[in-house]
């Protein structure tokens, strides 16, 4: 009888105690996910501007952190590659032109007004196809073989023309890791040197150094990649128009002995 009351007074004990229990751990995650819900709301009201403005200032810290003389030679050596290679994309765009349309024009012309109205049409007509169209018409007089090598020989000077300055861009491709290199060998020597007069060998002394050299390759690296890219799409374009002319040539040939015939 005793253990029939104690054990009836305990399950009224653990019945009275749970609620407030189980209203205490209700309360204690109700907090917690309130928090985590604040944190959430703060993180997703940051706006997009200020992380562009972190990666902005990141990049003009680590920058000016590279120092002032070997970074200010690699920038400009990105300056100056990128203005060639924009002039030479916009040159080889006005030099691109429609040669089979051209071509059938010439043709047309030929057969109506002769030799001077094709003429006429390659004046009216830019790129480096319609002048060695004109070249080729204005020797046709003297003879196909004639006009064959005015054709040759305009297609080299136009071959120099498409491809002027392009040198220049492969030689700041390769000068702006050489840079970079260098200012990585002197942020190395300057670190050794204060390691040679501090006596000691401390991270802080050479930590400087060391991602001054650093920076200066990454960039350097950053630049050649960079103008690497433009230079390959001028060489595929340049490429490109080359065959256009060759073909043409051929085709002028072409229509040129056909027409004496």
């Known amino acids: 009888m005793k253990r029939f009351f104690s054990l009836t007074f305990l399950a009224l004990f653990f019945m009275a105690t749970m609620p407030n229990a189980f209203a205490q751990e209700s309360d204690s995650l109700a907090a917690q996910e309130a928090e985590v819900a604040t944190e959430a709301v703060q993180e997703q009201s940051q706006p997009a501007e200020v992380q562009k403005a972190g990666f902005t200032q990141e990049l003009?810290?680590?920058?000016?952190?590279?120092?002032?003389?070997?970074?200010?030679?690699?920038?400009?050596?990105?300056?100056?590659?990128?203005?060639?290679?924009?002039e030479r994309i916009i040159f080889l765009n006005l030099a691109t032109t429609n040669t089979a349309k051209l071509t059938a024009s010439i043709e047309g012309a030929l057969a109506a007004g002769g030799v001077n109205a094709a003429k006429e049409v390659c004046r009216n007509t830019k790129g480096p196809v319609a002048s060695i169209f004109y070249q080729g018409l204005d020797r046709s007089g003297e003879g196909v073989e004639s006009a064959e090598k005015a054709v040759v020989a305009y297609g080299g000077v136009q071959m120099g023309q498409l491809e002027k300055n392009v040198s220049w861009i492969s030689l700041f491709i390769a000068l702006a890791p050489m840079l970079g290199f260098m200012g990585t060998v002197i942020g190395m020597i300057q670190a050794f040197d204060k390691i040679e007069a501090a006596g000691d060998m401390q991270p802080s002394l050479v930590?400087?150094?060391?991602?001054?050299a650093l920076l200066t390759t990454v960039f350097g690296l950053i630049v050649a990649i960079i103008l690497q890219i433009f230079y390959n799409y001028i060489i595929a374009k340049i490429d490109s128009i080359v065959n256009d002319m060759e073909d043409a040539s051929i085709t002028l040939i072409d229509l040129l002995v056909a027409n004496q015939k």
Do not use: D
Request: with cysteine; net charge positive; glycine share 22%.
């Open 60 to 86: 003009k810290k680590r920058f000016i952190e590279g120092g002032p003389g070997f970074m200010g030679i690699v920038l400009l050596c990105l300056i100056l590659g990128l203005a060639i290679a924009i």
């Open 207 to 212: 930590a400087g150094g060391i991602k001054v």
